[in-house]
């Protein structure tokens, strides 16, 4: 009868510790893919050349704009489906439309771009937030991205995905699988996105 | 015959010796981001220059590359535009160019390192290969706290070997390394043409020697391979008829020299569509049977039913006899709207009617949409009608409106001789009915009326009783007179 008793104690402990498993996970949990809005279809044709304009920064991490857009850009190279616009060929189509690098060009201003670097799309981005939150053993960094697929024809937003990780999402078990610094988390970041692009009907020129 | 057996010897050393097989790389001043905006990192360069170095390739000195970017103004690190590329390929014979970029580099709260490396192919311009890596102790920890990185000095050159163990293999360079000539510069016509349309590509090659004129042939989706007649120079020209089909059709070069290389460009896109925009007009205003009426002004809304490239408009207002008197007509993409304020093309206000307004639409392939719709321009005052009757002891007023268009609202005064307001009304609809005692002396009435456009009426009335005919009037008189006796 006593054992009968401490076995049920058992059993009823143990369902408490995996319920309590599930929740911690489930709260630790955040959405497993970007969020991705569809404001229209992508040209159907594959794009061969693309272009990324300079992100813009809306946090305080010094240079969080140019640390995510080079990641980034490094990422785009990487996936080898398209042919991207020289970032410097970028730089001076905008200089020479006087659009600063804190600012996003209008549709008209897209259309000239599109059309002076030959590009069948392009890409502009925000870091909503970058940071490295201090912990006890080092710093969790956090990196949220607004990312917009842009017809130059048109000017108009196709496409536009929102992304938010930490580096201590990507936990499996003690230390490992974390990511420590800005750097890999972006460049996490920015591979989900693309991912999940090229999933959701994004074609590049090898497609 | 030794002396002659040894520089055969020499010969086929030097042939085959690395530094002659090598490709020829630029490494570019790396940029340190931790260092502010123009931080560069010069011990991370020279790093990087020794390892492409022990791989075989051969690096252009530091000091020339500096000494070319003082020549050409880049007062940058981390990118460079097609142009410098070029130019880098020109001036220092340089196959491919590395830039990287330090995105962190920091030693608290936590030691990290961040580091982005991109390759570029000279000969078109192309960034080839990218690799970023972000490094921190808390990376590198080991069981036994073995060797464990402790700076960010200790970090970088695990970072940057981390990325160079994935230096690409083959770069294209093969394919291209011996073509002497480069596109200077292409002319695909038209990106959109209609079906059975001719197509002409126009071509300029830069640095075409004599007597080695590559075979220069384009490749278009559905059409194979056609040959570029030479059109004297360095001028090349093709043509060929738009497929019948809708679709995208990608055009490419193929040079190909006497030698046997060959070297692949892909030059364009161009788009068959033979359908014509599919538009729509927006306007807002008072349908009034098959037109929409206004007064001073209609806002006309195009819209493109399907998203596609305008190349231009046309837009133009006729008379009820089908002449033109208002026509307007741009390149490029349609306005968001079109304000019409019921004028003619010389600034003359246009008579009360009905209109058309025609808009007309080219797509990038010259395919027309045409939609139109009729306008009323109405400019008169309301058409309403005030009529009195005796019942009873009083008036009975009655007021309608005849017009066409509706009321917006009415008001009506009704003054006493000694300038007293004796009462008022007012409405939203019509008919309507006003009760007034009859007065005994005369009483003015003041009707004023807006209908939707806005077109206004007033009537000012100085006596009532004249809108009683003189029969009602003495009738009521007598019947008065009839119950005081």
């Known amino acids: ?207 | 015959m030794p002396f002659r057996r040894g520089f055969i010897l020499l010969l086929l050393a030097l042939l085959w010796s690395p530094s002659a097989m090598a490709e020829k790389i630029a490494v570019f001043p790396i940029e340190d981001l931790s260092q502010g905006p123009n931080g560069v990192d010069f011990a991370l360069t020279e790093y990087l220059e020794k390892d492409l170095e022990a791989r075989g390739l051969e690096v252009v000195s530091q000091e020339a590359v500096i000494s070319f970017m003082a020549r050409n103004r880049i007062r940058w690190l981390g990118f460079l535009n097609t142009y410098n590329i070029s130019q880098v390929r020109k001036e220092l014979g340089a196959d491919l160019i590395l830039l990287g970029t330090v995105s962190q580099r920091s030693e608290k709260p936590a030691t990290a390192f961040g580091i982005v490396l991109y390759l570029i192919r000279t000969d078109d311009a192309r960034t080839v290969w990218s690799q970023a890596r972000g490094l921190s102790c808390n990376d590198m920890r080991h069981v036994l706290g073995i060797a464990e990185p402790r700076s960010a000095e200790d970090l970088w050159p695990i970072a940057v070997q981390d990325i160079l163990e994935n230096w690409p293999e083959d770069m294209g360079l093969d394919r291209d390394q011996n073509a002497v000539s480069e596109i200077a510069q292409v002319d695909l016509g038209k990106r959109y043409v209609s079906p059975g349309k001719k197509v002409t590509c126009n071509l300029r090659l830069r640095s075409t020697e004599e007597g080695n004129r590559p075979e220069v042939t384009l490749r278009v989706r559905g059409r194979g391979h056609l040959r570029m007649r030479h059109k004297g120079g360095d001028l090349y020209q093709a043509s060929w008829t738009a497929s019948a089909t809708e679709g995208s059709y990608p055009v490419s070069l193929i040079l190909h020299w006497p030698s046997g290389k060959h070297k692949v460009a892909f030059l364009g896109i161009h788009h068959v569509d033979s359908n014509p925009p599919a538009l729509a007009l927006g306007i807002r205003g008072l349908r009034l049977q098959d037109a929409v009426a206004f007064r001073d002004r209609i806002l006309i809304i195009p819209r493109l039913l399907e998203r596609e490239p305008v190349s231009r408009w046309d837009f133009s207002v006729q008379d009820d006899q089908g002449r033109t008197i208002l026509q307007e007509d741009r390149e490029g993409n349609l306005p968001k709207c079109f304000v019409w304020q019921g004028r003619a093309g010389d600034g003359s206000r246009v008579g009360d009617g009905n209109y058309q307004v025609v808009v007309k639409v080219w797509d990038q392939a010259q395919n027309m949409a045409v939609v139109s719709e009729r306008l009323a321009v109405m400019r008169n005052p309301p058409d309403m009608v005030l009529e009195a009757e005796t019942r009873g002891q009083g008036l009975v007023l009655d007021i309608r409106n005849e017009g066409k268009v509706p009321i917006a609202f009415w008001h009506m005064e009704i003054w006493d001789d000694d300038g007293n307001l004796i009462k008022t009304a007012d409405g939203e609809t019509l008919p309507a009915e006003v009760d007034v005692e009859l007065p005994e002396s005369a009483v003015e009435c003041v009707l004023t009326a807006k209908d939707i456009l806005g077109n206004q009426f007033r009537r000012e009335i100085k006596d009532l009783k004249l809108l009683v005919s003189r029969e009602d009037v003495e009738g009521i008189v007598t019947e008065e007179w009839s119950m005081e006796f």
Request: charged share 25%; with cysteine; hydrophobic share 45%.
């Open chain 1, 1 to 207: 009868m006593k054992d009968a008793v401490f076995t049920k104690d058992k059993l009823c402990l143990s369902l408490w510790l995996v319920l309590s498993l599930v929740l911690l996970c489930l709260a630790a949990c955040g959405p497993k893919v970007p969020n991705l809005v569809k404001y229209a279809s992508l040209p159907d044709e594959r794009i061969c050349r693309i272009a990324v304009l300079p992100f813009v920064s809306e946090t305080d991490y010094p240079l969080a704009d140019t640390i995510a857009y080079r990641v980034f850009m490094g990422e785009l190279v990487q996936t080898g489906r398209f042919d991207l616009a020289q970032e410097g060929d970028v730089r001076e189509v905008l200089r020479h439309m006087r659009i600063w690098p804190s600012q996003q060009p209008h549709i008209e201003q897209i259309k000239i771009l599109g059309d002076r670097l030959r590009v069948g799309l392009i890409i502009t981005g925000t870091v909503v937030e970058m940071a490295e939150v201090p912990m006890a053993d080092g710093v969790n960094p956090v990196i949220a991205l607004s990312l917009r697929i842009v017809d130059p024809l048109s000017g108009e937003t196709l496409w536009h995905t929102y992304h938010r990780r930490e580096g201590e999402y990507y936990r499996k078990v003690m230390h490992f699988g974390v990511l420590n610094t800005v750097t890999s988390l972006v460049h996490q970041v920015s591979q989900e996105v693309l991912d999940l692009w090229f999933k959701k009907g994004l074609k590049g020129c090898t497609d």
